[in-house]
Protein backbone atom coordinates (compact mmCIF):
# COMPACT_ATOMS: atom_id res chain seq x y z
CA UNK A 1 0.00 0.00 0.00
CA UNK A 2 1.25 3.51 -0.92
CA UNK A 3 1.06 5.17 2.99
CA UNK A 4 2.34 8.70 1.80
CA UNK A 5 1.70 10.92 -0.97
CA UNK A 6 4.64 13.46 -2.68
CA UNK A 7 7.95 13.77 -0.42
CA UNK A 8 7.27 14.78 2.91
CA UNK A 9 9.03 17.36 4.70
CA UNK A 10 11.07 15.05 7.27
CA UNK A 11 11.77 12.80 4.24
CA UNK A 12 13.35 15.95 2.43
CA UNK A 13 14.79 17.38 5.36
CA UNK A 14 17.02 14.51 6.79
CA UNK A 15 17.86 12.67 3.91
CA UNK A 16 19.63 9.06 4.03
CA UNK A 17 20.70 9.09 7.33
CA UNK A 18 21.51 5.45 7.79
CA UNK A 19 21.58 2.42 5.50
CA UNK A 20 21.02 -1.49 5.94
CA UNK A 21 21.80 -4.07 3.74
CA UNK A 22 19.05 -6.25 2.69
CA UNK A 23 19.05 -10.13 3.81
CA UNK A 24 20.95 -12.64 2.01
CA UNK A 25 21.20 -15.83 4.53
CA UNK A 26 19.05 -17.78 6.53
CA UNK A 27 19.28 -16.56 10.19
CA UNK A 28 18.20 -17.37 13.53
CA UNK A 29 17.10 -15.22 16.87
CA UNK A 30 15.00 -14.88 19.92
CA UNK A 31 12.83 -11.83 18.97
CA UNK A 32 12.40 -10.59 14.98
CA UNK A 33 10.37 -7.35 15.00
CA UNK A 34 8.49 -6.32 11.34
CA UNK A 35 8.56 -2.65 10.52
CA UNK A 36 11.58 -0.15 10.86
CA UNK A 37 9.29 2.96 11.66
CA UNK A 38 9.28 4.51 15.26
CA UNK A 39 7.28 1.94 16.74
CA UNK A 40 9.60 -0.87 15.35
CA UNK A 41 12.96 1.54 16.24
CA UNK A 42 11.12 1.80 20.12
CA UNK A 43 10.37 -1.59 20.61
CA UNK A 44 13.94 -2.94 19.03
CA UNK A 45 15.53 -0.32 21.85
CA UNK A 46 13.01 -1.71 24.33
CA UNK A 47 14.48 -5.53 23.44
CA UNK A 48 17.91 -4.80 23.71
CA UNK A 49 17.73 -3.67 26.95
CA UNK A 50 16.00 -6.29 28.27
CA UNK A 51 18.70 -8.64 26.80
CA UNK A 52 16.68 -10.06 23.79
CA UNK A 53 18.82 -11.36 20.56
CA UNK A 54 16.39 -8.68 18.08
CA UNK A 55 16.52 -8.65 14.49
CA UNK A 56 14.50 -5.91 12.77
CA UNK A 57 13.08 -6.47 9.19
CA UNK A 58 11.64 -3.64 6.74
CA UNK A 59 9.88 -4.26 3.16
CA UNK A 60 10.52 -0.64 2.73
CA UNK A 61 13.61 1.55 3.49
CA UNK A 62 13.93 2.33 6.82
CA UNK A 63 11.40 4.47 8.68
CA UNK A 64 9.74 5.05 4.70
CA UNK A 65 6.39 4.65 5.68
CA UNK A 66 4.19 6.36 7.99
CA UNK A 67 6.96 7.53 10.24
CA UNK A 68 8.26 9.91 7.03
CA UNK A 69 4.80 11.48 7.03
CA UNK A 70 3.63 11.99 10.42
CA UNK A 71 3.55 15.39 12.04
CA UNK A 72 4.59 14.08 15.29
CA UNK A 73 2.52 16.03 17.82
CA UNK A 74 3.38 14.75 21.46
CA UNK A 75 0.41 14.71 23.61
CA UNK A 76 -1.29 12.78 25.90
CA UNK A 77 -4.72 13.71 24.76
CA UNK A 78 -6.33 10.93 22.77
CA UNK A 79 -8.62 11.68 20.06
CA UNK A 80 -11.73 10.31 21.99
CA UNK A 81 -12.23 12.84 25.36
CA UNK A 82 -11.15 12.16 28.57
CA UNK A 83 -14.95 12.03 29.80
CA UNK A 84 -16.41 10.09 27.42
CA UNK A 85 -13.54 7.41 27.05
CA UNK A 86 -14.50 7.14 30.73
CA UNK A 87 -18.42 6.62 29.69
CA UNK A 88 -16.98 3.72 26.68
CA UNK A 89 -14.52 2.15 29.48
CA UNK A 90 -14.77 3.22 32.62
CA UNK A 91 -12.27 6.02 34.54
CA UNK A 92 -9.81 3.61 35.68
CA UNK A 93 -8.74 2.53 32.09
CA UNK A 94 -9.68 6.43 30.21
CA UNK A 95 -7.14 7.78 33.45
CA UNK A 96 -4.49 5.06 32.79
CA UNK A 97 -4.53 5.74 29.00
CA UNK A 98 -3.85 9.31 29.16
CA UNK A 99 -1.39 9.57 31.99
CA UNK A 100 0.66 6.56 29.83
CA UNK A 101 0.65 8.72 27.01
CA UNK A 102 1.72 11.82 29.43
CA UNK A 103 4.34 9.37 30.76
CA UNK A 104 5.75 8.96 26.94
CA UNK A 105 6.49 12.32 26.29
CA UNK A 106 8.95 12.12 29.45
CA UNK A 107 9.86 8.89 28.59
CA UNK A 108 11.18 10.04 24.95
CA UNK A 109 12.83 13.23 26.56
CA UNK A 110 15.15 11.24 28.62
CA UNK A 111 16.04 8.43 25.31
CA UNK A 112 16.46 11.30 23.35
CA UNK A 113 19.07 12.47 25.65
CA UNK A 114 20.59 8.76 25.93
CA UNK A 115 21.14 8.67 22.42
CA UNK A 116 22.07 11.98 21.85
CA UNK A 117 19.57 12.20 19.04
CA UNK A 118 19.43 15.75 16.75
CA UNK A 119 15.56 15.05 16.41
CA UNK A 120 14.44 18.56 17.70
CA UNK A 121 13.10 17.52 20.49
CA UNK A 122 10.73 20.17 22.06
CA UNK A 123 8.82 20.61 25.27
CA UNK A 124 5.59 22.14 24.32
CA UNK A 125 2.11 23.14 26.31
CA UNK A 126 -0.84 22.06 24.17
CA UNK A 127 -4.24 24.27 23.49
CA UNK A 128 -6.99 22.59 22.87
CA UNK A 129 -9.58 25.02 21.85
CA UNK A 130 -13.28 25.69 20.36
CA UNK A 131 -13.44 26.46 16.63
CA UNK A 132 -17.41 27.10 17.20
CA UNK A 133 -19.57 28.61 20.62
CA UNK A 134 -21.44 25.25 20.48
CA UNK A 135 -18.15 23.93 21.71
CA UNK A 136 -17.42 25.35 24.68
CA UNK A 137 -19.93 23.59 26.60
CA UNK A 138 -18.77 19.93 26.28
CA UNK A 139 -14.88 21.05 26.07
CA UNK A 140 -15.54 22.78 29.88
CA UNK A 141 -16.52 19.28 30.55
CA UNK A 142 -13.33 17.76 29.46
CA UNK A 143 -11.67 20.57 31.19
CA UNK A 144 -13.13 19.60 34.65
CA UNK A 145 -12.61 15.76 33.86
CA UNK A 146 -8.78 16.25 32.99
CA UNK A 147 -8.43 18.32 36.64
CA UNK A 148 -10.74 15.90 38.35
CA UNK A 149 -7.70 13.30 37.10
CA UNK A 150 -4.80 15.54 38.32
CA UNK A 151 -3.26 16.43 34.89
CA UNK A 152 -2.36 19.77 35.03
CA UNK A 153 -4.73 22.01 32.86
CA UNK A 154 -6.10 25.58 32.90
CA UNK A 155 -9.05 27.16 30.93
CA UNK A 156 -8.60 29.99 28.87
CA UNK A 157 -11.09 32.53 27.78
CA UNK A 158 -11.72 34.10 24.05
CA UNK A 159 -9.75 36.78 24.92
CA UNK A 160 -6.72 35.48 26.35
CA UNK A 161 -6.52 33.07 23.60
CA UNK A 162 -6.48 35.75 21.05
CA UNK A 163 -4.15 38.09 23.37
CA UNK A 164 -1.36 34.98 23.16
CA UNK A 165 -1.51 33.27 20.45
CA UNK A 166 -3.60 35.80 17.53
CA UNK A 167 -6.44 32.79 17.49
CA UNK A 168 -9.72 33.18 17.01
CA UNK A 169 -11.35 31.07 19.17
CA UNK A 170 -14.49 30.72 21.90
CA UNK A 171 -12.18 29.10 24.71
CA UNK A 172 -9.42 26.35 25.19
CA UNK A 173 -7.52 23.71 27.89
CA UNK A 174 -4.43 24.69 28.00
CA UNK A 175 -2.17 21.69 29.20
CA UNK A 176 1.00 22.18 30.45
CA UNK A 177 2.53 18.50 28.96
CA UNK A 178 2.85 18.31 25.41
CA UNK A 179 5.95 18.13 22.57
CA UNK A 180 6.94 17.26 19.45
CA UNK A 181 10.14 15.71 17.79
CA UNK A 182 11.20 14.33 14.27
CA UNK A 183 9.95 11.14 14.25
CA UNK A 184 12.23 10.10 11.14
CA UNK A 185 14.55 11.22 12.77
CA UNK A 186 14.40 9.65 15.77
CA UNK A 187 13.55 6.43 14.47
CA UNK A 188 17.16 6.27 12.09
CA UNK A 189 19.05 7.16 15.24
CA UNK A 190 17.34 4.52 17.76
CA UNK A 191 18.23 1.81 15.22
CA UNK A 192 21.60 3.09 14.41
CA UNK A 193 22.08 2.92 18.11
CA UNK A 194 21.08 -0.23 18.92
CA UNK A 195 22.73 -1.64 15.72
CA UNK A 196 25.75 -1.13 16.96
CA UNK A 197 25.48 -2.67 19.84
CA UNK A 198 23.83 -5.82 18.39
CA UNK A 199 20.71 -5.39 16.45
CA UNK A 200 20.33 -6.86 13.32
CA UNK A 201 18.62 -4.46 11.04
CA UNK A 202 17.78 -5.57 7.28
CA UNK A 203 15.28 -3.23 4.74
CA UNK A 204 14.18 -4.03 1.51
CA UNK A 205 13.39 -7.62 3.30
CA UNK A 206 9.96 -8.39 2.70
CA UNK A 207 8.30 -11.20 4.63
CA UNK A 208 6.01 -13.60 2.61
CA UNK A 209 4.70 -15.90 4.81
CA UNK A 210 4.60 -16.90 8.51
CA UNK A 211 4.28 -20.59 9.98
CA UNK A 212 3.49 -20.41 14.00
CA UNK A 213 4.58 -23.40 15.57
CA UNK A 214 4.18 -24.36 19.35
CA UNK A 215 7.84 -23.26 20.39
CA UNK A 216 8.85 -20.71 17.37
CA UNK A 217 7.94 -18.67 14.27
CA UNK A 218 9.51 -19.89 10.45
CA UNK A 219 9.11 -16.29 8.35
CA UNK A 220 9.71 -17.02 4.73
CA UNK A 221 11.00 -14.30 2.98
CA UNK A 222 10.15 -13.62 -1.08
CA UNK A 223 13.65 -14.18 -1.72
CA UNK A 224 12.55 -17.35 -0.30
CA UNK A 225 15.23 -17.33 2.96
CA UNK A 226 13.88 -17.80 6.34
CA UNK A 227 14.31 -16.55 9.66
CA UNK A 228 13.35 -18.29 12.66
CA UNK A 229 12.11 -16.41 15.49
CA UNK A 230 11.22 -17.49 19.54
CA UNK A 231 8.76 -14.56 19.20
CA UNK A 232 7.35 -11.96 16.79
CA UNK A 233 6.55 -8.47 17.42
CA UNK A 234 4.62 -6.42 14.56
CA UNK A 235 4.71 -3.09 13.86
CA UNK A 236 3.24 -2.38 10.90
CA UNK A 237 0.45 -0.09 12.04
CA UNK A 238 -2.51 -0.04 9.90
CA UNK A 239 -1.61 -2.09 7.25
CA UNK A 240 -1.64 -4.84 9.77
CA UNK A 241 -5.47 -4.93 9.34
CA UNK A 242 -4.94 -6.73 5.85
CA UNK A 243 -3.71 -9.92 8.28
CA UNK A 244 -6.38 -9.53 10.63
CA UNK A 245 -9.47 -11.66 10.92
CA UNK A 246 -11.44 -9.00 12.14
CA UNK A 247 -11.59 -4.89 11.61
CA UNK A 248 -9.98 -3.28 14.39
CA UNK A 249 -9.28 0.38 12.56
CA UNK A 250 -10.65 2.78 10.04
CA UNK A 251 -8.02 4.13 7.61
CA UNK A 252 -8.45 7.98 6.72
CA UNK A 253 -6.35 10.44 4.64
CA UNK A 254 -4.79 13.03 6.20
CA UNK A 255 -2.96 16.18 4.62
CA UNK A 256 0.08 18.69 6.09
CA UNK A 257 1.95 21.40 5.15
CA UNK A 258 4.79 23.36 6.50
CA UNK A 259 5.90 26.94 5.84
CA UNK A 260 9.42 28.76 4.89
CA UNK A 261 11.20 29.21 7.62
CA UNK A 262 9.34 31.72 9.70
CA UNK A 263 11.30 34.01 11.88
CA UNK A 264 7.87 35.98 12.78
CA UNK A 265 6.46 33.25 15.24
CA UNK A 266 6.25 34.66 18.16
CA UNK A 267 7.32 31.99 21.27
CA UNK A 268 3.42 31.52 22.45
CA UNK A 269 3.02 29.55 18.74
CA UNK A 270 6.48 27.79 18.83
CA UNK A 271 6.15 26.95 22.37
CA UNK A 272 2.81 25.04 21.94
CA UNK A 273 0.59 22.36 20.26
CA UNK A 274 -2.44 23.39 18.72
CA UNK A 275 -5.60 21.84 17.63
CA UNK A 276 -9.43 22.25 17.53
CA UNK A 277 -13.08 20.66 18.34
CA UNK A 278 -13.74 20.82 14.74
CA UNK A 279 -14.57 17.47 12.57
CA UNK A 280 -11.80 16.86 11.26
CA UNK A 281 -10.05 18.87 13.76
CA UNK A 282 -7.08 21.20 12.72
CA UNK A 283 -3.75 20.88 13.86
CA UNK A 284 -0.62 23.09 14.01
CA UNK A 285 3.06 23.42 15.62
CA UNK A 286 6.39 24.98 14.91
CA UNK A 287 9.10 22.56 13.65
CA UNK A 288 12.65 23.22 15.49
CA UNK A 289 14.11 24.92 12.44
CA UNK A 290 11.05 27.58 13.00
CA UNK A 291 8.37 26.83 10.19
CA UNK A 292 4.67 26.27 10.78
CA UNK A 293 3.45 23.06 10.36
CA UNK A 294 -0.31 22.56 9.77
CA UNK A 295 -2.13 19.75 9.00
CA UNK A 296 -5.69 18.16 8.73
CA UNK A 297 -8.73 17.77 6.01
CA UNK A 298 -9.24 14.33 7.53
CA UNK A 299 -11.17 11.80 5.04
CA UNK A 300 -12.13 8.38 4.86
CA UNK A 301 -9.37 6.35 2.78
CA UNK A 302 -10.54 5.16 -0.63
CA UNK A 303 -6.93 4.37 -1.99
CA UNK A 304 -3.85 6.16 -2.78
CA UNK A 305 -4.64 7.34 -6.11
CA UNK A 306 -8.18 9.42 -5.15
CA UNK A 307 -6.47 10.89 -1.79
CA UNK A 308 -3.14 12.12 -3.86
CA UNK A 309 -5.45 13.74 -6.62
CA UNK A 310 -7.27 16.08 -3.78
CA UNK A 311 -3.77 17.15 -2.23
CA UNK A 312 -4.28 20.53 -4.07
CA UNK A 313 -7.70 21.21 -3.05
CA UNK A 314 -6.93 19.94 0.20
CA UNK A 315 -3.82 22.23 0.72
CA UNK A 316 -6.28 25.64 -0.07
CA UNK A 317 -8.65 24.32 1.98
CA UNK A 318 -6.17 23.89 4.96
CA UNK A 319 -4.46 27.76 4.32
CA UNK A 320 -7.97 29.01 4.55
CA UNK A 321 -9.24 27.50 7.42
CA UNK A 322 -5.22 29.14 8.95
CA UNK A 323 -6.71 32.21 8.04
CA UNK A 324 -10.08 31.73 9.70
CA UNK A 325 -8.22 31.18 13.08
CA UNK A 326 -4.91 33.11 12.71
CA UNK A 327 -5.82 35.97 10.57
CA UNK A 328 -3.14 38.02 11.10
CA UNK A 329 -0.11 35.09 10.12
CA UNK A 330 1.44 35.53 6.78
CA UNK A 331 1.89 31.57 6.04
CA UNK A 332 4.03 30.83 2.84
CA UNK A 333 3.63 26.85 2.11
CA UNK A 334 6.83 25.57 1.47
CA UNK A 335 6.31 21.70 1.26
CA UNK A 336 2.60 19.96 1.32
CA UNK A 337 2.22 15.90 1.32
CA UNK A 338 -0.61 13.61 2.26
CA UNK A 339 -0.85 10.31 4.07
CA UNK A 340 -2.81 7.55 5.81
CA UNK A 341 -3.54 6.66 9.60
CA UNK A 342 -5.44 4.39 11.07
CA UNK A 343 -8.27 5.19 13.45
CA UNK A 344 -9.96 2.68 16.15
CA UNK A 345 -13.53 3.19 17.67
CA UNK A 346 -12.23 4.36 21.25
CA UNK A 347 -9.02 6.14 20.28
CA UNK A 348 -7.26 3.45 21.94
CA UNK A 349 -4.14 1.49 20.34
CA UNK A 350 -3.96 -2.82 19.85
CA UNK A 351 -1.00 -3.72 21.69
CA UNK A 352 -0.49 -7.26 22.94
CA UNK A 353 -1.34 -11.02 22.09
CA UNK A 354 -3.41 -12.11 19.42
CA UNK A 355 -5.37 -15.31 19.48
CA UNK A 356 -4.63 -16.37 15.84
CA UNK A 357 -0.72 -16.00 16.11
CA UNK A 358 0.77 -17.78 18.86
CA UNK A 359 4.26 -16.66 19.85
CA UNK A 360 3.67 -13.04 18.28
CA UNK A 361 2.83 -9.91 19.47
CA UNK A 362 1.29 -6.73 17.85
CA UNK A 363 2.29 -2.76 18.97
CA UNK A 364 -0.72 -1.05 16.63
CA UNK A 365 -0.32 2.66 17.76
CA UNK A 366 -3.33 3.90 15.80
CA UNK A 367 -4.70 7.77 15.88
CA UNK A 368 -2.98 11.10 16.76
CA UNK A 369 -1.42 9.35 19.99
CA UNK A 370 0.88 6.70 17.75
CA UNK A 371 4.02 7.35 19.25
CA UNK A 372 3.08 7.75 22.70
CA UNK A 373 1.57 4.47 22.39
CA UNK A 374 4.10 2.78 20.94
CA UNK A 375 6.18 4.03 23.84
CA UNK A 376 3.61 2.58 26.06
CA UNK A 377 4.34 -0.51 24.19
CA UNK A 378 7.81 -0.15 25.10
CA UNK A 379 7.13 -1.77 28.66
CA UNK A 380 3.38 -3.72 28.09
CA UNK A 381 5.57 -6.26 25.49
CA UNK A 382 8.09 -6.87 27.82
CA UNK A 383 5.80 -7.54 30.72
CA UNK A 384 3.73 -9.94 28.53
CA UNK A 385 6.26 -11.65 27.54
CA UNK A 386 7.57 -12.23 31.00
CA UNK A 387 3.74 -13.44 32.06
CA UNK A 388 2.95 -10.34 33.82
CA UNK A 389 0.56 -8.72 31.44
CA UNK A 390 -0.35 -5.06 32.99
CA UNK A 391 -3.62 -2.64 33.06
CA UNK A 392 -3.04 -1.52 30.42
CA UNK A 393 -2.84 -4.72 28.42
CA UNK A 394 -6.12 -5.04 29.10
CA UNK A 395 -7.61 -1.70 27.95
CA UNK A 396 -5.11 -2.18 24.85
CA UNK A 397 -6.28 -5.47 23.89
CA UNK A 398 -7.89 -7.54 20.56
CA UNK A 399 -11.56 -8.18 21.02
CA UNK A 400 -12.30 -5.75 23.71
Known amino acids: MNIRSNEPFWLVKNGLLHTYPSLKENIICEVLIVGSGITGALMAHSMRKHGYDTVLID???IANGSSSATTS?????????LYKLTEMIGAQGAIASYKACKEAIYTLKDLVAEIASPCGFERKESLY???RRKDVSWLKTEFEARKTAGFGVSWLEKKEIKERYGILAEGGILSEDGGSVDAFCLAHDLLHYNAKKGLRVFDRTTLKKVKYEK???LVELETGLQITAEKVIYCTGYETQAMLPEKVVS???TYAMVSEK???LSPELENTLFWNTDTPYLYMRSTADGRLLVGGEDENFKNPGLRDALLGRKRDRLIKTLKTYLP???????FCWCGTFGETKDGL???????KFPNSYFVLGFGGNGITFSVAGMDIIPEMMKGRPGLLSHYFRFGR
Open 59 to 61: KRE
Open 73 to 81: MLQYEIDVP
Open 129 to 131: FAG
Open 215 to 217: NKV
Open 251 to 253: LKS
Open 262 to 264: DHT
Open 328 to 334: DHQFVED
Open 349 to 355: PYIGAHP
